[in-house]
C-alpha cells in the first residue's frame, strides 16, 4: 500500500515562504513524477509544478520565479519551496505521484496554505 502525506502547509502574511514536504511510503519499486497541485473552493485543481524522475520541472506561469519543486529520491519525498507568497496562491495544496504500479496515480489528501494581505 503506498501512501503519499503532506506537511509544511499554514497561515502566512503576503510575501513570506513555505516549504512544502510530500512524502511518499509503502511499497515503492520507483517513482516517476512527482507534482504538486492546487485547489480553491468553485475552482478546478491546477497542476503548479511538477518533477520527473531524471529532475526536469515545469511551473504554471503565475509560480515561476516564486516557487522551486525538488525531490530527494533517496527519501522518496518531494518539496515545493514556496516564496514572495502572494494572497492569490491561497488554497489547499495536494502532491500527487506517478509510480509504475497500479493504480499509478496517488495523491495525498493535502495541506492548507493561507496567505493573508
Known amino acids: 500500500q503506498v501512501q503519499l502525506v503532506e506537511s509544511g502547509g499554514g497561515l502566512v502574511q503576503a510575501g513570506g515562504s513555505l516549504r512544502l514536504s510530500c512524502v511518499v511510503s509503502?511499497?515503492?519499486?520507483?517513482?516517476?513524477?512527482m507534482g504538486w497541485y492546487r485547489q480553491t473552493p468553485g475552482k478546478q485543481r491546477e497542476l503548479v509544478a511538477h518533477?520527473?524522475?531524471?529532475?526536469?520541472?515545469n511551473y504554471v506561469e503565475s509560480v515561476k520565479g516564486r516557487f522551486t519543486i525538488s525531490r530527494d529520491s533517496a527519501k522518496n519525498t518531494a518539496y515545493l519551496q514556496m516564496n514572495s507568497l502572494k494572497p492569490e496562491d491561497t488554497a489547499v495544496y495536494s502532491c500527487?505521484?506517478?509510480?509504475?504500479?497500479?493504480?499509478?496515480?496517488?495523491w495525498g489528501q493535502g495541506t492548507q496554505v493561507t496567505v493573508s494581505s
Open positions: 500527487k505521484a506517478l509510480l509504475p504500479t497500479p493504480p499509478y496515480e496517488y
Open positions: 518533477i520527473t524522475s531524471g529532475g526536469t520541472t
Open positions: 509503502g511499497s515503492i519499486y520507483s517513482i516517476n513524477t
